[in-house]
């Protein structure tokens, strides 16, 4: 999108050193084709894109398009298909009070009987900078998997007291007899000490 939907307000009690940060995720409003290739993806069987197709309908702006579909691999046999989008390394403070989501829609989605599709964004912490070693994933919001463009999901909490660095994931699974799908994903964020109005503007 062209332009945040969110308003974040600065918690009374931290002092202006403190103060709310920014989106912290990088190239989370996909309101252009370059942003878009901010991400890293690869997967199987999946693939990724810039589209106009924006949540808030700004005729300039877009979000990623991230597919996946399975495969046959054999008699009543199917391969998973997967594509994982990963953004940027950022760094995040220790301890801070976290809140990220964004909004998703299901753009297309097809199978036979006992296929499935299935769509997420989460985001993971490190004990060392520059997202080195294994990450600690963060609950993760329950995206949105309607065909139209609805209010974003949000989850909030603590970060761990030793998280310096964070990185987020897009991701689309599909599995089952011919299944397949499409999932858009725009303004996603990530904030750290942060208070929302009613979580969003």
Not at 155 to 167: C, E, I, R, Y
Request: with cysteine.
């Amino acid at each position: 999108m062209q332009t945040p939907t969110h308003v974040l307000l600065a918690a009374l009690a931290f002092s202006a050193a403190n103060a709310a940060d920014t989106n912290l995720l990088p190239n989370g409003d996909f309101s252009n084709a370059a942003v878009a290739s901010g991400w890293s993806c690869a997967g199987i069987f999946g693939s990724h894109a810039w589209t106009g197709d924006d949540a808030d309908a700004f005729p300039t702006s877009g979000s990623i398009e991230v597919s996946a579909h399975a495969v046959l691999d054999g008699p009543n046999s199917w391969l998973e298909g997967l594509e994982i989008c990963n953004s940027a390394c950022f760094d995040v403070r220790p301890g801070s009070a976290y809140a990220y989501g964004g909004h998703s829609r299901l753009a297309a989605v097809a199978g036979g009987p006992g296929s499935s599709f299935a769509m997420y964004f989460s985001c993971g912490v490190y004990a060392q900078s520059g997202c080195s070693g294994l990450p600690t994933w963060l609950p993760a919001p329950s995206m949105s998997a309607a065909s139209a463009w609805t209010l974003p999901a949000l989850v909030d909490g603590a970060l761990p007291a030793n998280a310096v660095s964070a990185s987020c994931q897009i991701q689309t699974i599909a599995d089952g007899e011919n299944g397949s799908g499409t999932g858009h994903f725009d303004s996603l964020f990530f904030t750290t000490d942060t208070i929302f109005a009613n979580g969003y503007e």
